[in-house]
């Protein structure tokens, strides 16, 4: 945790980096980005590969459920994938 003074600082700095090299700033908050997308994606795949189990063990109904909101995120992901990737 940073100091009231550490913080202020901090966002000085990257107040004036965003502002002198725009580009640049750009570049590093799309990586910070696609880091995000990467852990989504492996979230999506555990939990895809845990929907058989989640059906035998909870039910039928509750795996439908599981089902039909990992098809929504499914669709998201693939709507939004510049975003994440």
């Known amino acids: 945790m940073l100091s009231k003074e550490d913080q202020r600082r ?3 700095i990257t107040r004036n980096l965003r502002e002198s090299d725009p580009a640049f700033f750009a570049r590093l908050d799309h990586r910070a980005k ?3 997308g990467r852990w989504l994606m492996l979230l999506t795949i555990v ?6 189990a989640t ?3 909870a039910g039928p109904v ?3 459920v599981c089902a039909v909101v990992l098809v ?3 669709v998201v992901m693939w709507r939004f994938r510049r975003r994440w990737l």
């Open 34 to 36: 696609g880091h995000r």
């Open 47 to 52: 939990l895809w590969a845990a929907l058989p």
């Open 62 to 64: 509750a795996g439908a």
């Open 72 to 74: 929504a995120n499914a």
């Open 55 to 57: 059906t035998v063990l």
């Open 10 to 12: 901090f966002e000085q």
